[in-house]
């Protein structure tokens, strides 16, 4: 049995399969992964979804948005106020990465070592 993502007709120089690629060339950029898993919690705004994610620039914020709503996993929402204000949520297919997200963390919280400041 071949190795998951990996293609079973690819004998002896296995390659990792497009689906693996595409998933890893979005999600894999630094801070999408977090960006996304705040939107799984509900539509945000803006400053609200910059405050949760620390260390993150407005600027990449920006970027990772607009990859993401490109990806149609993200929806930008203009409520025109007054104020105006602009949230973020996420599509059907933004949300269908809840439960692969979800054992992402629990495989972290057993393999992956605590390595802050704070510990829990």
Known sequence: MPEP???EDAGPCQKVDDGMTRVFQLLGKRWTGLVVSVLLQRPVHFADL?????????????????????AGLVVREVDEGPPLRVSYRL?????????ALKEL????????????????
């Open 5 to 7: 993502g990996f293609r």
């Open 50 to 70: 910059r405050r949760a994610i620390p260390g993150i620039s407005e600027r990449m914020l920006s970027d990772r948005l607009t990859e993401l709503g490109a």
């Open 91 to 99: 599509t059907e297919a933004g949300a269908a990465l809840e439960p």
């Open 105 to 120: 963390g629990s495989w972290a919280e057993t393999h992956l070592p605590e390595s802050g400041p704070c510990p829990r």
